[in-house]
Every structure is written in C-alpha cells, then in structure tokens.
C-alpha cells in the first residue's frame, strides 16, 4: 500500500528570507563590472589561468551577482558561520581575521556581513584609530596583542597591524627602519601566534583602480558614506603605483606556509563577501558542516598568493 509523503514542515525563517528578498528593489540593468572577463563557455580553470587572470587583474564576470542570488547565498553561508562560531566556542578555538586592501576596497562591509548573525560575545571587531602617543612609544605591536582572541573568540581586524607596509609606508609615516623592523618581526610575530594555537587568516581585498574611483564619487555624495572619506583617500588614487609597489613587497616578505596571504577580487562587492565567507569556513571542520553550501570560493576571485608568485596585480 503506496504511503503519500508527510508534507515538509515549513522554515519560518527561509520563508522570512524569501519574503525580504521578493520585496528588494532590483535594477533591471546592473552596471558591467570594471576590467570584466567572462569566462568562455565550458572553459577549463587552470592554475595558467587562474595567474593569468590575477596578474592582468581581469574579473571572470561581467556584471555583479544578482541581489536576490546574493541574499539566498549569504543566509546559506551564515547559517554555517553560526554553526563555526558553536563549535569555536564548544572547542575553545581562536581564530583571527585580518583584512587588509586599498580605501575602499570593502573590508568593513564585509566584516559587518560575518558579524550579523553571530553572538556578539563571542564575535567581535577590531578597527584601531592612530596610536596615542603612549602606544607610539610601545612595542608596535603590542597595542594590537590587546585585541587577540580568547577561547572560543572569533575577532575580525578591520586593517591590522599591517597599516605599517601600507599606508604609513606610503604615506611616510614611519621611517624607513621602522619598515625594515616591521617586515623582519610580522612572520616571527605570526608564527608565534600560530603556534600558540591562534587560527590566523589573513585576507587581502584587492579593487581595481576604476573600481576604486567610482566608489569614491559615491562617497562624495553619498550622505550616509560621506563619513568614510578621508584627506588620506583623496590622495590613494594619486598614489596608486606606490600602494601596488607597497602591496607587492609586503606579499614577498609577509606571505608564509604559517600565515598566508589571500588575494579576494571585490570588483563585486557582493561576490567578494560570500567568496571571503567561504574560504574561512573551509578553513575548519565543525560540526554540521553543509558540504553543498561550505564549498570552495571561486578559483578567479580568490587565490592564496603562493599559487601567483610573480604576478602583478591590481
């Protein structure tokens, strides 16, 4: 005797989801994706290709994800970020986040995608203003030790220790052997880190230069964005070839076996968030873990620098 199926019990929340999604105010024609390059039908994904496509900077879409994709993707993603942060604070895991990129480049926005559902107890980020001039005659990093994660913690830097081989190297705000200290201690620093049990991850979010423009004219007259610029951002697209140059000895004397570098393309911001999501969660294996959602990111828009040696890019 055929038994019909019970009918499936209804997720309050998915359905919630799909409500907000239907309700979104879609553009019917989403701007083309600077330095766009999509991908040839049935193309094979290389490692020739995944080089080729970082070092001359070219992004596998040419237009951003569709919102309501994106919304289904992301809830995807941080409900598996829920289930990392229980078994982080089941385990007594620490992990570290650091993410670093050009002014604009998405880092906040990002990090505020990884917090929104996750229990701000145990969840935090970290955006440290210039040091004082007690922290200016302290160890450099120490003021950042300060912030590390406890058992069971996950902390998210929102720039990080790394301003030193960025900004304040461009920008001459610190000296030359202040520089040659800074990239001599990050790896004896990181690894010590690391073998204290610290999961470090470390995230560079790369934009391109007209990408970067663009978002800051949106900031000019932007009146909820407007508190973002800074003299200092006026002067990043002047300054563009020092920041790449910047960018790529940092990545020669930084990148190691014990605290990699990754390179995530935010050419789509949205793209570039559930790319950088994905990745962290590979990163562990927790408990519950959804292998059709906790998948690998894109290999175009997210590459570790050691797969790129001797490329340029952005």
């Known amino acids: 005797m055929h038994h019909a199926e019970p009918p499936e019990t209804p997720d309050p929340a998915a359905e919630w989801t799909d409500f907000l999604i239907d309700s979104l105010e879609v553009d019917e024609a989403p701007p083309l994706l600077a330095n766009a390059r999509p991908l040839v ?5 290389t490692p020739k290709l995944i080089r080729r496509y970082f070092a001359e900077n070219a992004y596998p879409f040419a237009e951003p994800i569709g919102v309501r994709q994106y919304y289904r993707e992301k809830r995807a993603l941080q409900i598996e970020l829920v289930k990392l942060q229980n078994w982080v604070k089941e385990t007594g895991t620490r992990i570290v986040v650091l993410l670093e990129g050009r002014d604009a480049a998405g880092k906040g926005s990002t990090i505020k995608r990884f917090l929104e559902h996750l229990d701000p ?101 932007h009146p909820l964005k407007q508190w973002k610029l800074s ?12 920041y790449t140059e910047a960018k790529e000895e940092n990545f020669r004397r930084t990148d190691t076996p014990e605290a990699p570098w990754v390179i995530v393309k935010t050419e789509d911001k949205m793209r570039a968030r559930l790319a950088a999501m994905q990745y962290v969660l590979q990163q562990f ?24 040696r001797g490329f340029q890019e952005d």
């Open 41 to 45: 039908p049935g193309q094979s994904i």
């Open 121 to 221: 107890r145990a969840a935090r980020a970290v955006a440290l203003v210039k040091p004082t001039e007690e922290e200016r005659g302290q160890w450099y990093f120490q003021r950042y030790v300060d912030h590390l994660p406890t058992a069971g913690e996950i902390v998210f830097f929102d720039r990080s220790w790394y301003n030193r081989a960025g900004v304040e190297k461009v920008m001459g705000f610190c000296t030359d052997a202040e520089y040659e200290e800074f990239v001599h201690q990050a790896p004896l620093f990181e690894t010590m880190l690391v073998r204290s049990g610290i999961h470090l991850i470390k995230l560079y979010l790369s934009v391109s230069r007209e990408e970067q423009a663009r978002r800051f004219r949106e900031r000019r007259v």
């Open 231 to 242: 003299p200092i951002d006026r002067e990043a697209q002047e300054r563009w070839d020092a």
């Open 285 to 308: 294996e927790y408990e519950g873990r959804d292998p059709d959602v906790a998948t690998p990111p894109h290999p175009l828009i997210l590459a570790r620098v050691a797969q790129l």
